[in-house]
């Protein structure tokens, strides 16, 4: 049984930042891609960042592209999402995924696991 567990989240200020750490445990099968993505209430999950099983490529939503960072430890079985200026929009629940078999970073149906969330809230 693959378990995510997200953590990290908070109040901050508009152009403050927020490191979320997202822990996989239990038996992978092997490598596995890794992604995040908010949601909000009444509104689909949404894509933020993802990073490939070897950490060499990674995807971004336009609307975090030169805020964010998507990094991850694979001896520690750990990926982080490094939150930069942060804005009120960026306000939501905050979800790691993981998958690994065939991958689309950007879509949130094709994901096999997922963490409970964590909530960060932008404050103006």
């Known amino acids: 049984q693959i378990q995510l567990e997200e953590s990290g989240g908070g109040l901050v200020q508009v152009g403050g930042s927020v490191s979320l750490l997202c822990v996989v445990s239990?038996?992978?099968?092997?490598?596995?891609?890794m992604g995040w993505f908010r949601q909000t209430p009444g509104k689909e999950r949404e894509f933020v960042a993802a990073?490939?099983?070897?950490?060499?490529?990674?995807y971004y939503a336009d609307s975090v592209k030169g805020r964010f960072t998507v990094s991850r430890d694979n001896a520690k079985d750990t990926v982080n999402l490094q939150m930069n200026n942060l804005k009120p929009e960026d306000t939501a629940v905050y979800y790691c995924?993981?998958?690994?078999?065939?991958?689309?970073?950007?879509?949130?149906?094709?994901?096999?696991?997922w963490g409970q969330g964590t909530q960060v809230t932008v404050s103006s």
């Open positions: 995924g993981l998958e690994r078999g065939v991958w689309y970073p950007r879509l949130w149906d094709k994901y096999d696991y």
């Open positions: 239990g038996r992978t099968g092997g490598p596995y891609h």
């Open positions: 990073i490939n099983l070897s950490g060499g490529n990674t």
